[in-house]
C-alpha cells in the first residue's frame, strides 16, 4: 500500500471515529439530529486533514463514504416493527452498490496528496488568502449538507415508512439500478479514453456519451431521486423530503454543469460541434449539425 493510501485511510478512519463518538455523545436525540450532527462534526475533521496537507481533495470521497453508513444507522435505530423487509434490503444494497463503485472510481482517478481537483485548484487561484475560509464552507461543509439532505429519504424508506412494497418501489429499484450502470459505464468509457491518449483538445462522443454531454452527472442525478421515490413509497407523507434531490439536481445544474462546460468550451476545438448536437445531460438522440 502507498503511503498516500495509508494517509487517507487514517484520515477516513479517524474522521469516522469522530463522527460515531458524536453520535454516542447525542444518543438520545432523534435519529435524524444524531445522523446531522455526526455528519457535521465528521466533515470538520475531515477538512482539518485537507488543511493540515494543504489540499482539499481529502474530501473527495466523503460524500460516497457517508450515505451507507447514515442508512445503516437509522435502519438499526428504528422501533417500528412495520417497516418493509424487502425495501430495506433493496434500498440498502443499492446504496452500497452506489458508494463502492463511486469510492473505487475515485481511488482509480486519485494519483496521490499532490492531486488535487481542478475546480479547487481554480478556487484556490481566485480567492488568495481567504481560500481556506471558502473550502471549508464551499468544498467541505455544503457539499455535506446538500448529500445529508439527499439521504433525508432514506429515514421514512427505511426507519417509519410503514407502507407494504408496491409498484412505486419497484420502480425505485429499477431507476436506481439503471442510474448506477449508466454512472459505472460512463465513467468506465471516460477512464478508457483518457489511457487511450486522445488527441490534445479532443472530445469523447461515443458510447453514452454519444447520447449525453455529462451522463456520469445524469447517473448521479437520477440515483437521488430514486432515493426520493423510495421515501415517498415508504411514507407517502415524507413527500418533502425529495427537497434533498431537488437541491442536488439544481447544483449540477447551475454550477457542476457551468463549471465543467465553461472548461470545456476553452479547452478542446470540437467542443461547440458536441454541443451543437449532443443532449446537455439527460441522455437523447444526438442531433445532426444542422438541426
Known amino acids: 500500500m502507498k503511503a498516500a493510501d495509508r494517509t487517507i485511510l487514517v484520515a477516513y478512519a479517524v474522521t469516522l471515529t469522530a463522527a460515531f463518538s458524536v453520535a454516542a455523545l447525542c444518543a438520545a436525540e432523534h435519529p435524524i439530529k444524531v445522523a446531522f450532527v455526526a455528519d457535521v462534526a465528521a466533515t470538520c475533521v475531515i477538512f482539518a486533514f485537507s488543511y493540515a496537507w494543504r489540499n482539499s481533495s481529502f474530501y473527495d470521497a466523503y460524500w460516497s463514504v457517508v450515505p451507507p453508513i447514515i442508512a445503516v444507522y437509522w435502519l438499526l435505530a428504528s422501533d417500528v416493527p412495520d417497516v418493509d423487509p424487502l425495501r430495506c434490503v433493496l434500498l440498502i444494497g443499492l446504496v452500497a452498490a452506489w458508494a463502492v463503485r463511486l469510492t473505487y472510481n475515485w481511488h482509480r482517478g486519485w494519483s496521490g496528496l499532490d492531486h488535487e481537483d481542478w475546480r479547487y485548484r481554480d478556487m484556490r487561484d481566485k ?43 419497484g420502480f425505485a429499484t429499477c431507476w436506481m439500478a439503471a442510474a448506477i450502470w449508466l454512472e459505472a459505464r460512463a465513467d468506465r468509457e471516460l477512464m478508457d479514453y483518457r489511457m487511450s491518449a486522445p488527441l490534445p483538445g479532443s472530445t469523447l462522443t461515443t458510447g453514452v456519451w454519444r447520447f449525453s454531454r455529462h451522463p456520469n452527472y445524469f447517473g448521479e442525478i437520477a440515483f437521488w431521486w430514486g432515493i426520493a421515490f423510495f421515501g415517498i413509497a415508504a411514507a407517502p407523507e415524507w413527500w418533502w423530503s425529495a427537497i434533498g434531490a431537488v437541491s442536488i439536481t439544481l447544483m449540477f445544474w447551475f454550477i457542476s454543469l457551468k463549471l465543467i462546460e465553461d472548461r470545456m468550451s476553452a479547452s478542446r476545438s470540437d467542443y461547440a460541434a458536441y454541443v451543437a448536437t449532443t443532449s446537455r445531460i439527460i441522455p437523447w438522440r444526438p442531433k445532426t449539425p444542422d438541426g
Open 127 to 169: 480567492t488568495g488568502r481567504v481560500y481556506w475560509l471558502v473550502s471549508f464552507a464551499g468544498i467541505h461543509m455544503a457539499p455535506t449538507l446538500l448529500v445529508f439532505l439527499g439521504c433525508l429519504p432514506l429515514y421514512p424508506a427505511l426507519a417509519v415508512g410503514t407502507r407494504p412494497f408496491g409498484l412505486l418501489d
